[in-house]
């Protein structure tokens, strides 16, 4: 019995009947009420219509990075040649796949300065775990089985502690200097009193502060003098490409985060790529194929099922990193830095901005400070964050890593007109705060905590703001033209993080 024959008999495809499925699927209304082309266009446009993302506006949130995934760099992964290949496909079947795969490793290796780069995990965060696991696997093969200490400053990526413990250390926190840099103080202090068993230290550089670390050498070679290793997080390697290598400046090992700097899709629960990138003598330690035994010499421990992680989306960074070139990259970082330096030259006299660096200078995002306004007026970062609905803007990232602020950042993707228009939003905002400061209306009764306003609630016939619906949903002029709105109004987003509601259809409808 062959091909066709085999295929039809299902011989020896056959399931175990306790594996078998006896219970229906895709049962939700949405898998059967669009029986047509047309209507499923226009369910799906629908649904584009209620949200804000990069097609329709900036999406400033500072510590992600969200910028272009371009249309040229993200065609090839529809490809069956690439979206059809089984993870676990023999090499016979794969070479052309390998040959990118390995191509774009060779790529992020130059770019980042280290000597080897893994693919394999499937997120930043499994990316930083490999790399704690390979810290881990470099002393234990030296017998220094008691380092297992981590130094974090206060300033790294907000994952940092939670893979530290996971790969086993013991988390010990660095503190933050007045100009949002590394203690260096409380960093020897920490060194010293645990330089027998200190196994690492993670830094994010520039830092999650949004400024460099201008003595990060320093840092790196106080921690190499005490027998531990230097762990850099990547996640705002945006700020650096093209610029520094942290490979070259101290750094041991890094993750990179394809869904940051190289442009894979952000959000929306993967598929991710934190590839890991090391210097030569961690190498060995650095993710192994899980096919294969984890004690083989040169075999480090699998990160994830798959050799390649997934390894369907790397077209999208090939793509990017050969269509923008060594010239390019480098450009696309000083874009970066300069869009951020220049938000935070104009907002810093109405939101103070919270951390510079040397020359008065931030990296590639900044912290607005809202601390003294809300004392004065009661109006949160969160009420800014909601209102900036109301001028069709994502909201920048909130309370992170500072509660009270707005970090923000803008990336290379966006253009001057665009950088303005956020601008123009954040200064009209700052007017309504100093419209309840100047008792025009209350805080409880201002836009601001009303804020976003759905186009139901402006047409209401029961309107009773002590604001005009025009300060609502038109605060500035152009918007008149071209508007957002929002499909829900405010929510209390604690409470409903604490009582989840099913939206699914009730249970009955299910009946027959």
């Not at 070479?95 to 780069?117: F, H, K, N, P, S």
């Amino acid at each position: 019995m062959f091909g066709a024959e085999l295929l039809e008999s299902g011989e020896g495809f056959a399931l175990e009947a306790a594996v078998e499925r006896s219970s229906d699927f895709l049962q939700h209304p949405v898998f059967n009420t669009h029986r047509s082309e047309t209507q499923l266009l226009r369910y799906i446009r629908k649904l584009s219509d209620r949200d804000l993302a990069l097609d329709r506006t900036m999406i400033p949130l500072g510590s992600c990075t969200m910028k272009l995934n371009a249309t040229a760099e993200m065609e090839a992964i529809s490809w069956p040649e690439f979206a059809s290949i089984h993870p676990f496909a023999p090499d016979s079947q794969t070479d052309g796949w390998r040959e990118l795969i390995e191509d774009l490793e060779a790529d992020l290796t130059e770019i980042t300065g280290y000597d080897q780069v893994s693919i394999q995990p499937n997120a930043g965060s499994q990316g930083e775990l490999a790399g704690l696991l390979a810290i881990r696997g470099y002393h234990h093969s030296r017998g220094d089985l008691q380092r297992n200490v981590c130094l974090i400053p206060a300033s790294a990526h907000g994952t940092n502690a939670a893979s530290a413990v996971l790969a086993g250390m013991k988390v010990v926190v660095v503190a933050t200097a007045a100009d949002g840099t590394i203690d260096h103080a409380d960093l020897q202090a920490k060194i010293d009193a645990n330089k027998d068993v200190l196994s690492a230290i993670m830094i994010t550089y520039p830092s999650t502060h949004g400024v460099y670390d201008a003595d990060v050498r320093e840092i790196c070679d106080s921690v190499h003098a005490a027998g531990g290793q230097v762990y850099v997080d990547g996640a705002n390697l945006n700020a650096l490409v093209g610029l520094a290598q942290p490979g070259k400046f101290g750094g041991d090992v890094s993750h990179l985060n394809l869904h940051k700097t190289f442009c894979i899709p952000h959000g929306g629960g993967g598929p991710g790529v934190g590839p890991v990138a090391a210097k030569a003598h961690l190498a060995p330690f650095m993710p192994g194929d899980a096919n294969k035994a984890a004690h083989e010499d040169g075999h480090g421990v699998a990160i994830s099922a798959s050799r390649y992680g997934s390894a369907g989306v790397l077209p999208i960074s090939w793509a990017y990193v050969k269509l923008m070139g060594g010239e390019g990259l480098t450009e696309a970082t000083k874009s970066a830095l300069l869009a951020a330096n220049y938000i935070a030259s104009r907002l810093n006299e109405y939101f103070p901005v919270l951390y510079t660096g040397e020359g008065g200078l931030v990296a590639h995002e900044c912290i607005l400070d809202l601390r003294e306004l809300t004392a004065k007026t009661g109006v949160t970062a969160e009420d800014v964050a909601k209102r900036l609905i109301d001028y069709g803007f994502h909201a920048p990232t909130l309370a992170f890593p500072v509660a009270g602020t707005l970090m923000v950042e803008p990336t290379e993707s966006e253009d001057l007109g665009e950088i303005d228009r956020f601008i123009e939003a954040m200064i009209t905002i700052r007017k309504e705060i100093d419209q309840v400061a100047h008792g025009d209306f209350t805080v409880e009764n201002s836009p601001l905590r009303h804020a976003p306003h759905t186009a139901a609630a402006v047409v209401s016939s029961d309107w009773n703001r002590e604001y005009s619906r025009e300060q609502a949903v038109f605060p500035v002029h152009h918007l008149k033209q071209d508007k957002y709105f929002p499909p829900v109004g405010r929510i209390d987003g604690a409470a409903g993080d604490r009582n989840l509601v099913c939206s699914c259809p009730p249970i009955e409808a299910f009946e027959n």
